[in-house]
Every structure is written in C-alpha cells, then in structure tokens.
C-alpha cells in the first residue's frame, strides 16, 4: 500500500484501450520512473499485450456470465423438479389391466428407452409418464412437460429447440429450448402425434444425434434427455395417412404403453369413485357424502368416454349439487 503523502515522481506514462473486436472491454495504463522507458518498447509488443489483457478481460466476463446463466438453469431445474413432484398422482385401480399396466412401467423406468404412451383422452399418459420418471435413475432430474398440441407451428422450434438473440422479430434475449431445460433428465411430449412434419423432421435428429441447434444458431448443443411421448391417435394409422414420419414413430415406439380405458378396467370403476368421492369430501368439507349402490351400478354400466377425467368431474358436480 502506497502512502498517500509519500510523494514518487513518474516520469513516463503509457495507456491504450483494450478492445475485443469492435466492443471496449477496458483501458490498460502503465508507469515508469525512468523518462522515456516505453520508448524502449516496440509497438508490435505493447498491441500484443494488450490484446492478452484484452482477452482475459472479456474471458473472465464470459466466465462470470456462464457462472451465473448455470445458477439459474439450477434453479429453474429445481423448481421444475419439486413442480413434478407435486403434480405426482397415483395409479388406482386392482383390475389385471392396470396392474399390466404397473408392471410395464416397472420394467421401463429403468432403462432410458424412449416411451410411447398411447391412449383414450382422460385415460390417465400422463399420470403413467410421470410414473415412469419418478421410478427412473433420473427422477432426481427435471421432467420438462411439452403440450405438443398447443404449440403454434411458428414457434414450435423455438419452443423445442430455443433461439439465439435476433434469430427473427422480437427474439431479444438468447433462449434455451425445453431439451436443453431437460438436459440429463427426461422431457415428456404430449400429444405427439399433433406436431407439424417440418418440427417431426428436427425432432428426429435430436433423438437420432443428441445434437439440439438453437434457431439462427449454427452451433450444435449436446444433450441427454430420456424421451417420453404420449398420444390419443393411432399413429400407424397416422404414418399410413403421410401425416407422421414413419422412422419418427419406430424411433418413439421402442417401448410401447397402452392405458386401458376405463370401461376396460374390471372392477376398478367402484375403486376409483371410492377415491374420487374421498377427494371431493375432502375439497368441500362434507364427510357424510356416499354413493348410494343404485348410482354406482349405473357409473359402472357407463362407457365413460372421458375415461377417469370424465367421473372425476362427474362427482364433483354430484357433489356440489349434494350439498345445496
């Protein structure tokens, strides 16, 4: 530390900005007590010494940046994490057909094969797929949920894929996609059979290369993610019809899951509106609510073509109206 009353004659000076290609980054001074000391100093090595003081400069910038977009991305993974957890549900049931079913996901979590749920809507894919990630090696990994479905076709790559800043009109910031959200742990597509045949075509490498390039990006980025896909179509019928890729759909189907409906399920109607009715009890605070035996032998003649969502709701409309 230099004393401030101490006084020390400098006799030359030497100060340069210190640029990055066209971006200042810093300004470099230097102080000698001999007069004319720089003098002894080549230009050639002054520019080069200051393009290294330069480049550290802006290497430490990059490396605060990184630090800090990884702490986020840790953040967002653990938020995504504890959401997937809550949303967690439970298979109930005792029929041989979801008890299959339990079985079949036993056997798959296990391994990082891709999974294709398919199934009647209301019938419970994304219950079995968070299932599936919950009982995997991955589980302590987020579960990035896409409603393929609901994404606009023009920003479905963005979407899947993410964007670099200024990529197309008001893409102002870089963006990561949900697989590079899903990196190391598992993304669940739903609804699969409702992506456009361009975004099936990009999927494919993805899956094929476990290479994701960002829109206006010409860097590929690495990623490992254990794929999840669920739909209510039938996708060969799909693939013959031209409007799903054929090596897309034998890429996904490596381990095929079928959710019975639930006009299927032996016995489990009775099961499952014991559960719901406990769960709307609970919602509204009514603990002498019960099924009289002539409404359950017609809930379980019904075909329920919403499946389980359908007597979900359905008792929950009994109920609200019970306790008028």
């Avoid at 810093?26 to 003081?53: R, S």
Wanted: charged share 20%; glycine share 6%; net charge negative.
């Amino acid at each position: 530390m230099v004393d401030e009353h101490v006084n020390i004659e400098v006799h030359d000076c030497l100060g340069c900005s210190l640029y990055v290609e066209d971006t200042l980054v810093g300004l470099l001074t230097l102080d000698a007590l001999e007069v004319g000391a720089f003098k002894k100093i080549d230009n050639i090595t002054i520019e080069t010494f200051a393009a290294l003081a330069a480049e550290t400069l802006h290497n430490k910038a990059l490396i605060e940046t990184l630090k800090n977009s990884n702490q986020q991305q840790k953040s967002i993974n653990q938020a995504l994490i504890q959401q997937a957890r809550n949303q967690k549900g439970e298979l109930i049931g005792i029929s041989p057909q979801i008890e299959r079913l339990r079985n079949n996901i036993k056997m798959v979590s296990h391994s990082d094969y891709a999974v294709l749920i398919s199934g009647e809507t209301g019938s419970g894919k994304e219950l079995v797929a968070h299932s599936v990630h919950e009982q995997s090696s991955r589980s302590d990994q987020a579960m990035i949920y896409v409603n393929c479905a609901a994404l606009p076709e023009s920003l479905a790559e963005s979407e899947l894929f993410g964007h670099v800043k200024g990529a197309f009109t008001g893409a102002n910031n870089h963006r990561a996609g949900k697989f590079e959200l899903a990196d190391n742990g598992t993304i669940f597509l739903d609804e699969i059979g409702e992506l456009p045949l361009l975004i099936q075509a990009k999927l494919l490498r993805v899956i094929q290369q476990g290479e994701v390039q960002r829109v206006g990006s010409d860097k590929n980025v690495m990623v490992n993610v254990r794929i999840i896909a669920a739909t209510n179509r039938n996708l060969e019928q799909e693939v013959e019809a031209g409007r799903f890729r054929a090596d897309l759909f034998h890429r996904l189907n490596v381990f095929p899951i079928n959710v019975p409906p639930l006009r299927d399920r032996d016995g489990d109607i009775s099961v499952l509106a014991g559960y719901l009715l406990d769960k709307v009890r609970t919602q509204f605070n009514v603990p002498n609510l019960h099924i009289h035996p002539r409404t359950l032998t017609h809930l379980e003649n019904s075909p329920w073509l919403g499946n389980v969502r359908e007597l979900e709701h359905t008792l929950m409309r009994a109920g609200l109206r019970a306790i008028q």
